[in-house]
């Protein structure tokens, strides 16, 4: 299995206090993911979740793991950045 390294780490507000996490893999994606995340078993999760997956088993493009997670971190409003 891989990390599946994002090409840029992706700023999420994390916890109760709001403090920014930096995620920079596919499996670091899915720690958070699978943890207490607003919107779990939203379209967006699942499809950040699969792809995720994806990525530490070869199968799918870190690029398209990130693309997934922005996505699901967007819908649940924890991503700390403005979409590109």
Request: aromatic residues 8%.
């Amino acid at each position: 299995m891989k990390e599946g390294w994002f090409s840029s780490p992706v700023p999420v507000s994390a916890g109760f206090t709001g403090d920014i996490r930096y995620v920079s893999s596919a499996r670091q994606a899915i720690a958070m993911l699978t943890g207490n995340w607003h919107g779990q078993g939203s379209a967006k999760h699942l499809a950040a979740l699969r792809a995720c997956q994806g990525a530490i088993h070869g199968h799918v493009s870190p690029a398209r793991a990130r693309e997934a997670f922005v996505e699901a971190a967007d819908e649940a409003r924890v991503l700390a950045e403005h979409r590109e």
